[in-house]
């Protein structure tokens, strides 16, 4: 029997349809009473999919994985989307730091926030939801997290997306780029939808992203200079060296959602 419930995320009311409670309970921050604008759930065909890839998850952890892969394919109809990367705030401007998965990109926004304390908060660490409206992208959390569990209920106007790599020790730097060479790097972390409508609106919304937003290319070490050298290009401020402003073992404390 499926257990039917609703959520809220970025503004829209969702509707969720899962065979195991764990859903529910993982999404417990966001249920609501408000009426969905539309209904997900995880067929036997997607769970199939993403049981190729991880053949060892538990059934209710890739039913998780595959709503959410289901979800992120209807948001463009509405004025969304979902990007791969970690989203802080600083002073309440967004900033999205995005690569491939084991780049670096939890450990360079917890530098930011080790080192420059509590003007950084965390939006979400693997999977926001951007809203595009017009030359307005704002960016909102979402219970998918990754492995850190980093998210707060929190949205933030959006600054600039940064791509990172990495590089060798001490040779951290930074470009602004152009949306030609921005493109190709932005479809590596989409979620591709499944319906071509969706697929045709999900790429006009990222131009807008494209048109809107500075985009830069990061190359950065696990250092203090690694954070002066994104901060003073994403923020336009001066970095100024003030030492370990939060202790790394306070940072998953800070920035996990508590749990009731």
Known sequence: MMDTFNIELAGLPIEIKSRYDYCRRFCRD???DNKPVFSVCADDERLAELREYSP???DEFLERDAIYSVLASKLPFYNRVVLHGACISHKGKGILFTAASGTGKSTHIGLWKRYIGADVDIVNGDKPI???EDDKITAYDTPWCGKEGWNRKHSAPMGAICFLRRTEDGANHIRKIDPEEAISL???QMFHPYEPDATELMLDLFDKMLESLPMYL????????????SFEALTGETYISRGIQTAPDEINKIWRMPRQ
Do not use: G, K
């Open 56 to 58: 060892d998850m538990r």
């Open 30 to 32: 966001y249920l609501t």
């Open 218 to 229: 990061l190359a950065c070490d696990i250092s203090e200079d690694a954070v002066r050298c």
């Open 186 to 188: 932005m479809l590596r």
């Open 130 to 132: 951007f809203h595009i």
